[in-house]
């Protein structure tokens, strides 16, 4: 009879820990996290291939050319490829550049919602609730 106990008992809390474990992961912050991740990764592969495809060549052709180096990732001095490390920082840069932009973009739109709402009626009546009663406080 204990046995049937501790068997049930290790059925049910291998049953709770799996229906823990799936309520975990089917919550929306999991899920939006894993979502953003994804798109970070394929984010960080079209800033990856604009610094290899476009501003390498564009920009830094001159100063690969001086270097007598075809890839920025060539660049090296005594074994140390700076190159490699110069291309990340350059990746870095646009990337956050980037998001810096989009969030900037999204705070402007919410600023502009948040005007075009205007305050609500019971926010208006409670700011002229308070000048009424600074308005009093100031002459007695």
Same mark, same amino acid.
């Not at 991740?37 to 079209?46: E, K, L, R, S, Y």
């Not at 890839?71 to 870095?92: H, M, R, W």
């Given at each position: 009879?204990?046995?049937?106990?501790?068997?049930?008992?290790?059925?049910?809390?291998?049953?709770?820990?799996?229906?823990?474990?799936?309520?975990?992961?089917?919550?929306?912050?999991?899920? /939006?996290? @894993?979502?953003?991740?994804?798109? !970070?990764?394929?984010? =960080?592969?079209?800033?990856?291939?604009? +610094?290899?495809? &476009? #501003?390498?060549?564009?920009?830094?052709?001159?100063?690969?050319?001086?270097?007598?180096?075809? /890839?920025? @990732?060539?660049?090296?001095?005594? !074994?140390?490829?700076? =190159?490699?490390?110069?291309?990340?920082? +350059?990746?870095? &840069? #646009?990337?956050?550049?980037?998001?810096?932009?989009?969030?900037?973009?999204?705070?402007?739109?919410?600023?502009?919602?948040?005007?075009?709402? !205007?305050?609500?009626?019971?926010?208006?009546?409670?700011?002229?609730?308070?000048?009424?009663?600074?308005?009093?406080?100031?002459?007695?």
């Amino acid at each position: 009879m204990a046995n049937r106990q501790v068997r049930a008992r290790a059925t049910s809390s291998v049953g709770s820990f799996a229906n823990d474990f799936k309520d975990f992961l089917l919550r929306g912050n999991v899920v /939006d996290l @894993a979502i953003a991740v994804v798109i !970070g990764a394929a984010f =960080g592969t079209i800033i990856t291939s604009l +610094i290899d495809d &476009i #501003i390498t060549p564009l920009l830094l052709a001159p100063a690969l050319a001086a270097a007598q180096v075809d /890839d920025i @990732a060539n660049l090296s001095y005594n !074994g140390i490829k700076y =190159g490699s490390f110069l291309a990340a920082v +350059i990746n870095f &840069i #646009i990337i956050a550049f980037v998001l810096f932009a989009i969030i900037r973009m999204f705070e402007r739109l919410k600023r502009t919602d948040e005007v075009e709402a !205007g305050p609500t009626p019971t926010e208006k009546l409670d700011a002229t609730m308070m000048r009424l009663n600074e308005t009093l406080e100031r002459k007695l």
